[in-house]
């Protein structure tokens, strides 16, 4: 028998793919446009092995495309709503969910 997903559910599975500090931080290094590993390795901070990881599993769950030129990937955001979204929660997070740092039922920092 096949049980079929609740949309609420898939939301949350989204949101947790936008939970990580990693994923978010190269997320954002393509809300700027095509970049490749090594160059989302210099802007966030990230060892080259973890970036790659997170890319994989940002590819996997549709976020991210990677496209091939030369000896290199080229990832980009697979959607421009990605970035809409990520515009809407900088806009959330200063104003709305200002107080979201403080609060104890989402755990600490980082």
Do not use: W
């Amino acid at each position: 028998m096949l049980v079929e997903t609740r949309p609420v559910d898939l939301q949350a599975k989204l949101f947790r793919g936008f939970s990580d500090p990693s994923r978010l931080s190269i997320l954002e290094v393509l809300r700027g446009g095509p970049a490749s590993v090594s160059d989302i390795v210099a802007r966030t901070g990230l060892s080259q092995p973890n970036a790659s990881n997170h890319l994989r599993c940002l590819t996997e769950c549709g976020l991210v495309l990677g496209q091939q030129q030369g000896r290199f990937v080229h990832y980009r955001l697979s959607d421009p709503r990605i970035d809409k979204l990520m515009a809407l929660s900088d806009e959330l997070v200063a104003g709305p969910a200002r107080l979201v740092d403080s609060c104890a039922n989402y755990g600490s920092r980082g």
